[in-house]
């Protein structure tokens, strides 16, 4: 049982560049989340998933995309990263149920932007 | 718009010693909050809610509407205490989202 698995663990980009981060779950939860983590800023949301085929920004949606073709993965994109994009990227995933905020995040993603 | 403050991005105090990491909240209705925590090398985890008015690993947190504060509180820190600690206030949109503070570090030294 991997729970929810984050890839690639490690990236560095080249202003300019893209990529996509892949969430993988398979704890059958129909909400699934990507968030930044920035020192003193604590975890920022980008964008959310509430179920298969949907999506929706968070607090800091621009400059990512994001897909959830199939309810198991959820992925990030960057289209043209940039410096201020820097950070680690943390997945997550919760059940529908109303009010259960027990949150199971993957492991992270370090991303650096030179 | 709701908002959670963490006003301590350090704590350092010595094993044994009493250590009280501060959450701030604004938010209009009755909050649900609660407490994550990231030790080295582990992955964010749930640590405790205040609704469910438990003690995990020796950790309280009591909900004081009046101040709005969560603060997080152990009256003897062990070593295996330090990690990073967010606290964290749900939305009131459908989507059961999450928004964190800024986070704790929390050095526990020997």
């Known amino acids: 049982n991997a729970g929810v698995t984050q890839t690639p663990k490690f990236r560095v980009l080249k202003t300019g560049q893209s990529m996509t981060l892949l969430c993988a779950q398979d704890?059958?939860?129909?909400?699934m989340y990507w968030y930044r983590q920035d020192p003193g800023m604590g975890l920022r949301l980008i964008h959310y998933?509430?179920?298969?085929?949907?999506?929706a920004k968070g607090e800091v949606p621009d400059g990512y995309n994001v897909s959830r073709l199939k309810k198991q993965n959820f992925l990030l994109g960057l289209e043209s990263a940039a410096p201020s994009q820097t950070s680690v990227y943390f997945c997550?995933?919760?059940?529908?149920?109303?009010?259960?905020?027990?949150?199971?995040f993957g492991s992270g993603t370090r991303l650096t932007v030179v | 718009a709701q908002r959670v403050t963490q006003p301590e991005k350090l704590l350092s105090v010595f094993k044994g010693a009493p250590v009280e990491l501060k959450c701030n909240y604004s938010y209009s209705g009755s909050p649900e909050l609660f407490w994550y925590v990231q030790y080295s090398r582990q992955r964010l985890q749930l640590l405790l809610r205040h609704i469910s008015r438990e003690s995990i690993k020796g950790f309280t947190a009591d909900l004081n509407k009046g101040e709005t504060s969560f603060h997080l509180k152990k009256p003897f820190a062990q070593e295996e205490d330090s990690a990073m600690y967010y606290c964290?206030?749900?939305?009131?949109?459908?989507?059961?989202?999450?928004?964190f503070g800024g986070g704790t570090r929390v050095l526990v030294k020997p």
């Open positions: 704890m059958n939860h129909e909400y």
């Open positions: 998933s509430v179920g298969e085929g949907t999506t």
């Open positions: 964290a206030l749900p939305g009131k949109a459908a989507g059961n989202k999450l928004t």
């Open positions: 997550a995933t919760a059940p529908r149920a109303r009010g259960d905020y027990g949150y199971t």
